[in-house]
């Protein structure tokens, strides 16, 4: 199981758990975001997480974690023999009780037009709509907080982190995925913009130069080039250009040291 993904290697978790149990559970939460797809920051789950009736006897123990809450039919769906909450409650669950980072990394994952492979992009509209009905739960004001943050345009849960800690530092909320003219044909589009600064912001995992998906065909080496070329002509177009890794979205203090040299104003 070591040469698995983190999210194989879960998924293995979840059906190893299924399979000891008698009466099928619902797979929810947490577990239930992995099933899904979806980003999960800080870490994977370590325990399977299932949803279980209020009134049911169940505990947390032995490798699960239970969450005793009111499903309705619509909440949960059957994929591949399994029983799970399905993206929409997921979400919300995740909005009610997770840490903010959690809750708003999944929550950009599923706004966004073209990262889900296994669901529908949801609306946020629809999203808030779904939170607001749940009436007066716990957890429903961090959930409305999530959901309200939320934002279609990230393109991997780095960026979303990184909007997460720019609002959290003081600073004022970019506009995401902005086109600029490329000179050789077509755009560019940019992780960040604040264009009254005329400041552009990038994030720069490791997957830009590394991964398949990103390279499109491309040595490491020509993706380096490419980005060059690609600043500069930003640059030439009177903007700024700023640039940080996960290392430095994690160290609080970096970021800000970075944006505040990019000239941009902070409240804190």
Known sequence: MNSLTPRARHLAQI??????????????????????GMPIRPSMPSTVHMVVPPSSGAHSKNGVTVHKEHLSDGDVLEVGGLLVTSPMRTLIDLARVSPF???????????HKKRST?????????????????????????????????RSGADNAGETHSRIVIAELGFPSPELQVRHVNPRGGYYYVDFEWPEFRRIG????????????????????????????????????????????????????????????????CSR
């Open 202 to 265: 990038e994030f720069d995992g490791r997957g830009k130069y590394l991964k398949s998906e990103y390279l499109d065909r491309m040595s490491p080496g020509d993706a380096v080039v490419e980005e060059k070329i690609r600043e500069d002509h930003l640059r030439a177009q009177s903007n700024g250009v700023s640039r940080w890794s996960p290392g430095e979205v994690n160290n609080r203090r970096e970021l800000r040291r970075i944006l505040l040299e990019a000239g941009l104003p």
């Open 118 to 150: 296994l669901f529908v992009p949801l609306v946020k509209s629809a999203v808030v709509e779904s939170v607001d009905a749940l009436g007066a739960v716990r957890g429903y004001s961090r959930a409305r907080r999530a959901v309200q943050f939320s």
């Open 15 to 36: 059906h190893a758990i299924v399979e000891t149990r008698r009466i099928r559970p619902i797979i929810g939460h947490l577990s239930a975001a992995v099933f899904w």
């Open 101 to 111: 980072v959690t809750a708003v990394t999944a929550l950009d994952f599923a706004l």
